[in-house]
């Protein structure tokens, strides 16, 4: 199997509001954009950070304080009036309103167009080793009942957990972390500590290499943190299925964690079916399978067979490695390493039918400006999909494309309802696990939406 080597390393932490930064220290060098106006000097009078603490402060545009008063922890570029000090990339500076009062501790990412992100809105915290632990605490206790369950979950996500950017998951004794953020980044060794120390797993595996770190300035980077490098695929289990997890070279931090409760209602969903069409067999189709996690699952329901299509030959090799952990045979977990658009329409022509369908796509629209061509996507494939359900088969159809909302999703599966002339019910909508939080104040943190369909 390949192994990715340790790419450049990211950048040191630099202490937390450390002392040696100068407040407001005429002509200090800045590294940001220059100012539009001359520095208020009313600002750094008025505000006051507790004693003892000097970091940088950013001063920001009037106007634009009011998503951070409504704690929604980030600060775009646009929103930033002027810097005084000279923070690095990751360093915490104060996010300080145009009349000087307080608006929250942050890191600072001078690349970025998120140009500061909230770690706290508290003015009396210290963005200390303490203080990560405490984070990391909370986040990791939150997720406690998981682990009945399951051996892989997401233990830490990202601003839902107060700590933007950053990606922890744990399969078995085993933790893959994603520094995402200028912040995070800066902070690794400090989040390494406290991660070890709170979970006493001793292996820890860095994957930042997902496309946003280049926003934030950041360069690829994967390899060992602490312990070891894994021999091979880690095992866990969830439910009562096992799977393989290649944390080096999967995709992400190795398997889609997020589909947990999913993968349990397409068990379920199997077995209503079975219930309702006794001792006929059960066909399901898996598009977008990646390692079968939905073919696992309703294989484990009782299906008679899953036909997994993927257009990765590793991922549907792994596929058939779950499938052997499990007990399931080639003729119970078929794989077909094809395009999915393609297979759809073929299997249209042969008229093929199947009893559960799962449509679990990669981000079609990465940002706004894609979700136009996305929504076409998406509704071809739902359906093209729909045409091949039995009635009263179920489709399982996903999104995780953040530029789409749940709503929007919905409408585009109905206009794929009406020209596929099916009869279909809504029954649920569907989302990421409990370990995968969204922050109230910050919805852009929802990106997994699915909704399971059954035809009349
Ligand atoms: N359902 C999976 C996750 C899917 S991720 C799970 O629960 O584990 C999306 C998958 O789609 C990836 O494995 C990728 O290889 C595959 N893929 C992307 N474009 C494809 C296409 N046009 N046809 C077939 N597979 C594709």
Redesign the pocket.
Known sequence: MSRRPAVAKTPKARPTAGPAQPVGRPGAPRRSAPPERAPRTAARARVSLPAGVAPAQVIVRAGKERSLERRHPWLYAGGVEHVIGDPASGDTVALIDASGGFLAWAAWSPQSTIRARAWSFEREDRIDPAWFRARIQRAIERRCHLHERTDAVRLVFGEADGLPGLVVDRYGSQLVIQCLAAGVAAHREVLVDALVATTGCVDVYERSDAAVRAREGLESTTGVLRGREPSGPIEIVEDGIRYGVDIVSG?KTG??ID?RDNRRAVRDEIGRLRRDRTGQPITML??????G??SLAALAGGATSALT????AE?LAMAQHNAQRNGFGPEQLVVAQ????ALLSEAAQQQRRFDLI?L???KFAPSASHVERAARAYKEINRKALGLLHPGGALFTFSCSGAIDVDLFQKIVAGAVIDAQVDCSLVRRLGAGDDHPMAMTHPEGEYLKGLLLRRN
């Open positions: 995709h398997f889609y589909q898996n598009a977008f399978s990646y390692t996690g939905f299509v993927d257009s990765s991922a094809s395009d999915v658009f799962v679990d796509p990669p």
